[in-house]
């Protein structure tokens, strides 16, 4: 059993940065993909990261690529996601989510077997 929660999320202007963070209890959390979804209100959840148990491999969804980006210390059983050069598209809640399936990319939300309250992103123009 793994609990995530979510943090760091709040206001920022168009081409402005957060970072957030991803808490994990338990002693497997290394054991585990992690990734990171975002909802928009009326819209379905969507992929916008993951990476790997070990944190050397990572995959991105294009909306996000490089000006996202994932990491993990698995010491601190924590994930973050830093984002940098919002844009007012990046508005979701974001979600972290933990899966023991192998390879990366995996866009399915129904592959992951644990999820995180959510955080709010605010990205005003």
């Known amino acids: 059993q793994v609990q995530l929660v979510e943090s760091g999320g709040g206001l920022v202007q168009a081409g402005g940065s957060l970072r957030l963070s991803c808490a994990a209890s338990?002693?497997?959390?290394?054991?585990?993909?992690m990734a990171w979804f975002r909802q928009a209100p009326g819209k379905e959840r969507e992929f916008v990261t993951d990476?790997?148990?070990?944190?050397?491999?990572?995959f991105y969804a294009d909306s996000v690529k490089g000006r996202f980006t994932i990491s993990r210390d698995n010491a601190k059983n924590t994930v973050y996601l830093q984002m940098n050069s919002l844009i007012p598209e990046d508005t979701a809640v974001y979600y972290c989510?933990?899966?023991?399936?192998?390879?990366?990319?995996?866009?399915?939300?129904?592959?992951?077997?644990?999820w995180g309250q959510g955080t709010q992103v605010t990205v005003s123009s």
């Open positions: 338990g002693r497997t959390f290394s054991t585990y993909y």
């Open positions: 989510a933990a899966r023991n399936t192998y390879g990366l990319g995996n866009s399915n939300p129904r592959m992951y077997s644990y």
């Open positions: 990476i790997n148990r070990s944190g050397d491999s990572t």
